[in-house]
């Protein structure tokens, strides 16, 4: 059964400190991996998809990085307006995503 | 261009009652989908339409039918509602065609309590 896992859940930062989320994926024939910013109360916001292992995309200060068994989402210096939920998907190709459960950034001032 | 809209915003329901919510794109998209949001569960996909005339259950559809009502328009019903579909609502559509991985673009979303 496909999997996607988000770690950590919830991770608190301050202004400045960069660090890193994880997505990793168990999935057969992967056609592309997904991330979506979602702000509380609001639907998902596409940020980048990624469709190959050592494929890297940049926003500012996202950086999403893929391998063959999980993404990466880098984020350097943040902002307060960072702060959001950030989810990841993956595509096998049917017309379906299939979602993790989300990692829940804040950024404090 | 409004992208993707959904309405109602809020709705509160009582066990037994039905309503649909509706969802309409603007994008000229051919695949629209129905998922639903609960806390740490993530997003879970509900039922789809990859076209026109076309739908098909995904992984939570019990309690819940669809009508895909023309090329801009998919509806969710929920015939009898009960506490457990309490939920966040989100109606997505993609592909313009141009490629295998169109990027899902998401409405606002429906907030549901079921009493």
């Known amino acids: 059964e496909d999997q996607v896992t988000q770690s950590p859940e919830a991770l608190r930062l301050q202004e400045g400190e960069s660090s890193s989320l994880n997505c990793s994926y168990t999935v057969s024939g992967l056609r592309g991996l997904f991330w979506y910013r979602q702000d509380p109360g609001k639907g998902p916001e596409f940020l980048f998809t990624?469709?190959?292992a050592g494929e890297e995309k940049e926003k500012e200060r996202l950086k999403a990085t893929l391998t063959k068994k999980e993404s990466f989402l880098h984020i350097t210096a943040p902002k307060p307006e960072d702060s959001a939920t950030y989810l990841c998907?993956?595509?096998?190709?049917?017309?379906?995503?299939?979602f993790g459960q989300g990692t829940r950034l804040t950024i404090n001032p | 261009n409004a992208g993707v809209t959904q309405t109602p915003k809020f709705q509160v329901l009582k066990t037994g009652q039905s309503m649909t919510l509706q969802c309409a794109q603007d994008?000229?998209?051919?695949?629209m989908y129905w998922y639903r949001q609960d806390p740490g569960m993530g997003l879970r996909l509900i039922y789809y339409s990859a076209s026109e005339g076309t739908t098909d259950k995904g992984e939570v559809p019990n309690g819940y039918n669809v009508s895909r009502l023309n090329k801009r328009e998919f509806s969710l019903r929920l015939e009898s509602a009960a506490p457990s579909q309490t939920s966040v609502y989100f109606c997505?559509?993609?592909?313009?065609?141009?490629?295998?991985?169109?990027?899902?673009?998401f409405g606002p979303g429906t907030r549901l309590t079921v009493l």
């Open positions: 998907a993956v595509y096998r190709g049917d017309q379906k995503l299939v």
């Open positions: 990624l469709y190959s």
């Open positions: 997505a559509s993609t592909g313009t065609g141009t490629s295998v991985t169109d990027t899902q673009y």
């Open positions: 994008m000229n998209h051919n695949s």
